[in-house]
């Protein structure tokens, strides 16, 4: 809507990566270094990480772009894989026919693929995405794969990518010969103030914007409190603000200006957001039984926006997963909503909603939680939505003798929560 107000060849903060967009700061030209030397020296691992949305992939998608035709790229995205699935996976990636069979067999296949492709002296980049999401078994087959390779005639590059948890994952010290192997590790940090300002002049300039700075100082500085300084979601605040200009007809963006898109997307400062939900010593894990579907109960979430209710979901899962994107089990698809913003636990005969570490946390009642024991009537809101939980007529449900503010789940739901932790209250 605002391209031609602005005098614009493209959207310059859309959020699909875009290798031509990449600012280099100089956490992003390192990274991509660290990348370039892993390929050409064909030897051992690089392990690059960062924060959901800190640039990764972008970084990633240029190095891709500036590979030449002798290196074969096999690049990973699922990573809620068996080690044996992981290898068939592979196998696909790379075009080796029949990619089936037993572990053994598989990792023969993909020996003898990657010495073939060293007599053609050509070499195989293997990029892991979300590595953190691998499990120890999957990492030491990739290891052991780049062991396999002769001395003299090294192939296979290996570079992992992943959130700051895959740091952790590596320190693991079953991994230990796998740790030995990386040569270069990086962590991609957040942009500060004056990056923030050049990162945002850069895109504009990419996307045809030849005037003056369209943001001043002091809009850039509220942008960096409330973004951390993390690139995907300055694109959203920055695509937000410049729709409002657009409505206002100004072609200057001051910090009013972005107060006003900050409340229209319910953000909070960046440091709320990243409040760590904390786990007890005493933290002892509930048992699968404990977890159950709710149809005894009748529970069920009315959801609302603007007063008009939108849907019913009957809460017949132990875990129901509340976020924007399609592989929660409820969807609201508005960018208040972070992907994966929060669940609904059904433990015993309890209810509890948890915030996962969302953008905007979760309210009940008109008050911010992290975790909640929820009771018929309460009302939830998640962004620019409003829920209400219900019980069917008749039926009560006690307060938990468990404390509430000790009801924890793994950073990353869904794709990795393992265990629901509820700890003892003190006597």
């Known amino acids: 809507m605002y391209l031609e107000f602005?005098?614009?060849?493209?959207?310059?903060?859309?959020?699909?990566?875009?290798?031509?967009?990449?600012?280099?700061?100089k956490p992003h030209a390192r990274a991509l270094a660290y990348m370039k030397y892993t390929v050409l020296n064909r030897d051992g691992f690089a392990v690059v990480t960062g924060e959901i949305g800190s640039g990764k992939t972008i970084v990633l998608e240029r190095l891709l772009d500036s590979l030449d035709d002798s290196v074969t790229v096999a690049r990973?995205?699922?990573?809620?894989?068996?080690?044996?699935?992981?290898l068939q996976h592979l196998a696909t990636i790379l075009g080796i026919k029949s990619p089936q069979g037993t572990k053994v067999e598989l990792i023969e296949k993909l020996n003898r693929y990657l010495a073939d492709q060293g007599r053609r002296r050509r070499s195989v980049l293997l990029v892991v995405d979300e590595s953190q999401n691998l499990g120890v078994t999957a990492l030491e087959e990739i290891r052991l794969l780049s062991d396999g390779e002769s001395s003299r005639n090294k192939v296979l590059s290996v570079i992992l990518v992943g959130q700051p948890e895959l740091a952790d994952r590596l320190d693991d010290p079953v991994l230990e010969q796998l740790e030995q192997r990386i040569r270069l590790r990086f962590h991609l940090r957040?942009?500060?103030?004056?990056?923030?300002?050049?990162?945002?002049?850069?895109?504009?300039?990419?996307?045809?914007?030849?005037?003056?700075?369209?943001?001043?100082d002091h809009a850039v500085e509220l942008i960096h409190h409330y973004t951390g300084g993390i690139p995907r979601l300055i694109n959203v605040l920055c695509d937000t603000v410049l729709l409002a200009a657009f409505i206002e007809e100004t072609r200057e963006v001051s910090r009013e200006l972005v107060e006003s898109s900050i409340e229209e997307l319910q953000w909070v400062p960046f440091e709320q957001r990243r409040a760590i939900l904390p786990v007890t010593e005493e933290a002892e894990?509930?048992?699968s039984e404990a977890i159950?579907?709710?149809?005894?109960?009748?529970?069920?979430?009315?959801?609302?926006?603007?007063?008009?209710?939108?849907?019913?979901?009957?809460?017949?899962?132990?875990?129901?997963?509340?976020?924007?994107?399609?592989?929660?089990?409820?969807?609201?698809?508005?960018?208040?909503?972070?992907?994966?913003?929060?669940?609904?636990?059904?433990v015993d005969q309890h209810f509890y909603l948890v915030d996962f570490n969302s953008l905007?946390?979760?309210?009940?009642?008109?008050?911010?939680?992290?975790?909640?024991?929820?009771?018929?009537?309460?009302r939830i809101g998640v962004g620019c939505y409003q829920m209400t939980f219900h019980l069917a007529a008749g039926i009560?449900?006690?307060?938990?003798?468990?404390?509430?503010?000790?009801?924890?789940?793994?950073?990353?739901?869904?794709?990795?929560?393992?265990?629901?932790?509820?700890?003892?209250?003190?006597?």
Do not use: C
Not at 197 to 207: F, N, S, T
Not at 403 to 424: C, H, K, N, Y
């Open 6 to 25: 602005f005098n614009l060849d493209r959207p310059p903060f859309q959020l699909a990566p875009d290798s031509g967009f990449l600012y280099m700061s």
């Open 76 to 86: 990973i995205h699922q990573t809620q894989l068996s080690e044996v699935e992981f």
């Open 190 to 216: 957040p942009l500060n103030v004056g990056e923030i300002g050049e990162y945002i002049r850069h895109r504009l300039e990419v996307a045809g914007w030849q005037g003056a700075d369209l943001f001043d």
């Open 285 to 287: 894990t509930v048992s």
């Open 292 to 346: 159950r579907p709710a149809a005894a109960t009748g529970a069920r979430l009315v959801v609302s926006l603007k007063d008009r209710v939108l849907s019913t979901h009957m809460l017949t899962e132990p875990v129901e997963s509340i976020g924007r994107i399609t592989d929660n089990r409820i969807q609201l698809a508005h960018m208040s909503v972070s992907r994966h913003h929060a669940a609904i636990l059904h």
């Open 360 to 378: 905007n946390g979760v309210k009940v009642n008109g008050e911010p939680v992290v975790r909640h024991q929820l009771r018929d009537g309460d």
């Open 396 to 427: 009560t449900v006690p307060r938990n003798s468990v404390q509430e503010d000790t009801i924890t789940a793994e950073r990353g739901f869904p794709d990795r929560l393992q265990q629901t932790r509820v700890s003892s209250s003190p006597s």
